[in-house]
């Protein structure tokens, strides 16, 4: 199988895609794999595997590599005659806007290419917090409560609280406010990302569990990790999180599992098809929260399974392309009969 | 002003945009006009304004228009010497599949083309009936009860009932049940077209009204349209409602239509920036109760506006490029650096 690892992007997630490219080089070793990298003017890039360096993006030396067209079909490039394509089923692995705001995903369909991705409805679910929380109250998951604001005018009765932009990922603009003053200087730092922002209550003590998974046939899980965390993890912690090389197994308890695997496949089902998740859930109590969707986990969140290479596999064998639809201008031509023309 | 209207797509109601675009060509009179056809295998064509004919796209003559790519910056031919640019504001009016679920959105933002359209969140909003249901909510504005299902597991214990697949528009797949035959009848013809299904109670005598609006700066608002229904409008009904001239006026009373614009203001602010949309409302003992958003509604709704032209207009005027965002590697930078590389 050819792979194409779809990466950049113009998104505040930029160089995190990268990094996750680069890893991803590593960890999928049975099939053959190819690199478009969407610079930050949206331009595409065949990138050569032995290229897949920081540096080689940081440098922008990647403007020397060959260019590329997205077309029905796939990604071209030029040739002496004519273009050649790209073969290969795409992974999209943009991380943030462009990637998780549907735009990739919808391109994809509409070009007609086999796209591992979270589709346009998952990713506007997924991607916009407050629509996150509408969604999972609807299926019966429970979530923290929550408050959206636009502006400065509502301040919390108690604190710390956490404060999210609506749309960013991998903890971008995100603050921990212990007071009110804490509070309005968090609400502008996220308001200069997003012109919407949840506000969350803060659980001390609260725990973490992070699960991945993806539909073929069935739901593949991966493991459940519990996440040894700070008082919350920055940008940077998640960043330098990447390459780490497995999940440090800590025992979860055996009907914790299967709540929080009970909970992923609601949200899952069927809206995810065709992408791998990864979900982050709260424990309090002995009742499971959703916190996040992440429909592009960050290196595909390849060191919680056992067998990636078999998940990614399955995953693309699983893909189908959008249903046809028949045009035979039968409406058009019977009002033409109707009119005598 | 140079307007690219942009129809067809691989669509249930390919035929119904191919209508609305012939009948916005005598609506708009003020702009200058190209129009962009998009086939049922997704080709676009260049159709010159005197061959905007429903006879021209049903006999496939199009087929010898000029063929167009979809790149940056616009929708290009070639030409002897390298390509030419159509120039304009898109906009957006393929109904359905394609326009209404965010992908066309979705790629004139990557490619950074101006376009009057429902922005991806909205489309995924507005084009999927339960998550209308769940953002009406959300906002506080009323809805129906209802009751989605993906099978025929679920009987109504009271008819009638309407039975609606969950993506469609134009009454596509619609059916009004008024026993358990005609509901289970009616479910297998819902899901020959999707595979959710909204139910709602059917409430005779109840009124509908529509009001269409954008904004540009503040919100202008269309007259609110009292629908002289019969028991329901079928698609053959709404296909054949392109053609009329202006809206039968009957007067609305000024607290209802007070109510109605209120609601409607919640609907529109701010997700639906950058599109012309129409809104079905119900009366119901004085409560207003949203049916259904058109964010493409037919012919854009253009016979409910006193001036159609300078609408647009102000509405092309209002619209912006997504906010460029900086990468300037300076993660990858210091990562570079604290390795000593």
Redesign the interface.
Known sequence: MNLIILFGG???E???S??SAITLKDKIKKHNLSFVFVD?N??FYLIEKENMK??Y??SFEYKKAKKL?L??GGFFYKKLFGNENINGIVLNLIHG??GE???I???M????IKCITPN??A???SY?K??TK??A??IGVKVLNYRYVTDNSYIPESFPVIIKPVRLGSSIGVTIAKNKDEYLYGLDVAFEFD?GVIIEEFKEGISEYNLAGCKAGELIFSKVEKVNKKEFLSYDDK??DFSRKEVETQKVDSILEEKIKENFSKIYE?LFNGALIRCDFFELNGEIYLNEINPIPGSMANYLFEDFDEVIEKLSNSLKF?K????D?S???K??MAKG?
Do not use: W
Not at 324 to 327: D, G, K, S
């Open positions: 113009s998104s505040y930029h160089e995190i990268i990094v930050r949206r331009d920081s540096k993006f940081s067209n077309q029905k806007r462009d705001d549907g735009k995903a919808g391109m369909q509409f070009f007609g346009i409805e990713s506007v679910i916009n407050l629509y509408m969604y109250k609807e012109d960043y330098c069927n959008e046809r639809i028949e045009i201008y409406y058009i031509n009002i033409q023309k």
